[in-house]
């Protein structure tokens, strides 16, 4: 099979006619969602305002259908006429750089994770939405907080969305003949399940290539398994430490057990390797599984079954080292409607609207507010467990520093997962990849 990331959600889409897709999941669901009494937040429209909204490309189809859907639910109730346009992953940052240099262009851009922290002299204060859908919503989710607020304050500078988390996505039956029942939580237990999947001809994969969520996933997860990190609580780089040297080693050896081209992967590369059959298991959202329970192809729907998902081995940390990549809402100053702005995102985090577009991604969006982790679609289907998590975790981009325009610059450039290419391709040892590492992180923190 010779089918890309988004060319196999295109085959997946093709199975359900667009006019079906809506009703995956009834708009009842959204009944389980408890809600407090709050008052209503009620901003003035500015006349003759219209709005375009720049926001990361789908990777399944209900992702955008259902924006789509509430988009037009609010120009509806409004008569606010809304755009959006969807860009890939690879292009949205560029895109928000250009946004925010020029001062024109869209209203809202969605971006991710930290970015919200380099344009924060840009953009507008979403503190009085914060606090009306945290209040009415069950609070946001810890990871939420640490990347909706400046460090350390009650400021609000975008309003989360949602997080894509990657645990581990595997082949049940593949890992059951080497041996086990699940996938062990410590290091040498994980890489000698790698060693057997490879010697059976179905490898681990995952990418140490410019794949904005995989490889910078990939890497955080082996420096947070080690306990190692990029900055210290007191903002000081951490990354030359014998920690980070452990991390580099132990990713050498499994590199060995890895399928081949795995280091030039961008973030279609595993999925393709996984529904293709080159893989027997990788770290991924939930597109991997969505493609295959959606197919018409009772192949990989058999593949589909017998696919599950687990969280990220702990290694010798505490727990779970697995984060999310949130999709972060900012609204720029130059807008001329900042009112209509800021009412579309509470539109469309409202439980009418929330509701039905989560559910029916089934959870390749995590929820960033605590109430819609009590959707009953989450423990449906018992696959979705770990994704129900993604957005309630410690972990995030400059753990365990201030999140900043640093740390933010630091995953945007790849700095990390670049350090972690240099060694296991041979081209640096582990102490002088940490120490060059360390010195490329510092650039951005100093600047």
């Known amino acids: 099979m010779t089918i890309t990331r988004r060319e196999s959600l295109t085959l997946a889409s093709a199975s359900i006619a667009a006019a079906t897709i809506p009703t995956l999941r009834a708009r009842a669901a959204v009944t389980d969602v408890p809600t407090a ?49 969807f860009i890939s992953w690879e292009d949205i940052r560029p895109q928000t750089a250009v946004v925010a240099n020029t001062g024109a262009g869209p209203d809202i851009v969605v971006g991710f994770s930290s970015d919200p922290q380099i344009y924060a002299s840009k953009i507008a204060d979403m503190t009085d939405l914060a606090d009306y859908l945290g209040a009415k919503y069950g609070g946001w989710q810890e990871l939420s907080v640490l990347y909706g607020t400046k460090w350390k304050t009650k400021d609000w500078i975008s309003i989360p969305i949602g997080g894509g988390a990657g645990p581990v996505v595997y082949r049940q039956s593949w890992v059951k003949q080497a041996g086990y029942d699940k996938i062990p939580d410590d290091h040498q237990g994980f890489l000698a399940l790698c060693q057997k999947l490879h010697a059976a001809g179905h490898p681990f994969g995952m990418s140490l290539g410019h794949a904005l969520g995989d490889a910078n996933g990939f890497a955080s997860w082996l420096l947070w398994s080690h306990n190692a990190m990029l900055v ?174 640093a740390s933010s610059a630091v995953t945007a450039n790849y700095t990390v997962v670049d350090m972690f290419a240099s060694v296991v391709t041979g081209n640096a040892t582990p102490e002088a990849a940490a120490k060059r590492g360390a010195q490329q992180a510092q650039r951005y923190y100093k600047s």
């Open 37 to 85: 009494n709050v008052k209503p937040l009620e901003y003035k429209l500015e006349k003759g305002a219209e709005l375009r909204v720049l926001r990361p490309a789908k990777f399944i189809d209900p992702d955008e259908v259902y924006w789509r859907e509430n988009t037009k639910k609010y120009t509806d109730a409004t008569g606010i006429p809304v755009r959006v346009d």
């Open 232 to 405: 210290d609580e007191n903002g000081k780089i951490a990354l030359d430490s014998k920690e980070t040297v452990a991390a580099l080693r132990y990713a050498t050896e499994l590199q060995k057990v890895q399928v081949s081209g795995n280091l030039s992967w961008n973030d279609s590369g595993n999925n393709k390797a996984y529904a293709a059959g080159d893989i027997g298991m990788t770290f991924n959202g939930v597109s991997i599984y969505y493609f295959l329970k959606t197919s018409p192809d009772p192949k990989l729907q058999q593949m589909a079954v017998d696919t599950q998902h687990q969280l990220l081995p702990k290694g010798v940390a505490s727990r779970s080292p697995m984060s999310a990549t949130p999709m972060n809402a900012m609204v720029f100053k130059h807008t001329k409607y900042p009112n209509a702005a800021k009412d579309y995102l509470r539109f469309m985090m409202e439980a009418d609207q929330y509701g039905p577009w989560l559910s029916n991604c089934i959870g390749y969006w995590s929820n960033s507010l605590k109430a819609y982790s009590k959707m009953k679609f989450w423990t449906e289907d018992p696959k979705l467990a770990p994704y129900a998590s993604g957005m309630d975790t410690p972990y995030y981009d400059g753990y365990k520093g201030p999140v900043t325009p």
